[in-house]
């Protein structure tokens, strides 16, 4: 079993949708949760960054992350066609740990 | 600013040549990794620096040798690549202690081994 799953999609949405991805893992001791945005043929660029549970908002982003369940989400609200790219989760244990990426989702968002 | 640039962009290669890639971020990172990214997979840990010393080698095969010649730079050199190493090599860096969860990534160097 890997430690972080997430579904690879893809996910297609019509413009002006709610985007909604998450993530799994077993590993309780993860206390660090990550969002990238990876275009195609580009790097991930950091999206949103969040220690232990809670909820996070960064204009359209809203993440949240529930260490009860061991379940984080990226919710995307109006979304745009520009939207369309791949979403990794990613999670550490602690400063020097190493950094767990989910499988990536594929997201479009159609006009 | 938090960029990390990568050079060159797209490298072809054969077999038996010698290539490097170069790696630049001037955010004050002590921080430096390396990763491999086949398409349509996450981006896989290949080498760490911290404080321009190798802490962490994913068991790496020795065709890759990196070098990190200041707090600035990052070098991955290639030889004797095989056609499987074709990859998207993406560089990143971050700050050490706490704020080293914070990875910042350059856009990345497709490589092609022929």
């Known amino acids: 079993q890997k430690e972080v799953e997430q579904d690879p999609g893809p996910l297609s949405v019509p413009e002006g949708a709610i985007v909604s991805l998450n993530c799994t893992y077993s590993?309780?001791?993860?206390?660090?949760f990550m969002w990238y945005r990876q275009y195609s043929r580009k790097g991930p660029e950091l999206l949103m960054y969040?220690?232990?549970?809670g909820n996070k908002e960064d204009g359209r982003f809203t993440a949240q992350v529930d260490k009860s369940s061991k379940y984080i989400s990226l919710f995307i609200r109006d979304s745009q066609p520009s939207d369309s790219a791949t979403y990794l989760c990613?999670?550490?244990?602690?400063?020097?740990?190493?950094?767990?990426f989910g499988a990536g989702t594929q997201v479009v968002v159609t006009p | 600013d938090t960029e990390v640039t990568q050079t060159p962009k797209h490298l072809v290669m054969g077999m038996t040549n010698k290539k490097s890639l170069k790696c630049e971020q001037h955010?004050?990172?002590?921080?430096m990794y390396w990763y491999k990214q086949k398409a349509k997979k996450p981006p896989e840990l290949m080498f760490v620096?911290?404080?321009?010393?190798?802490?962490i080698n994913e068991s790496v095969p020795s065709r890759f040798s990196p070098e990190c010649p200041n707090s600035s730079l990052l070098n991955l050199h290639l030889h004797a690549l095989q056609p499987e190493d074709s990859a998207l090599y993406l560089c990143?860096?971050?700050?050490?202690?706490?704020?080293?969860?914070?990875?910042?990534f350059g856009a990345g160097t497709r490589l092609s081994v022929l």
């Open positions: 990143a860096s971050s700050q050490v202690g706490e704020a080293k969860n914070i990875q910042y």
């Open positions: 590993n309780s001791a993860f206390q660090y």
């Open positions: 969040t220690y232990s549970s």
């Open positions: 990613a999670m550490k244990k602690d400063s020097w740990g190493k950094l767990q």
């Open positions: 955010m004050g990172h002590r921080a």
């Open positions: 620096y911290s404080y321009e010393k190798l802490s």
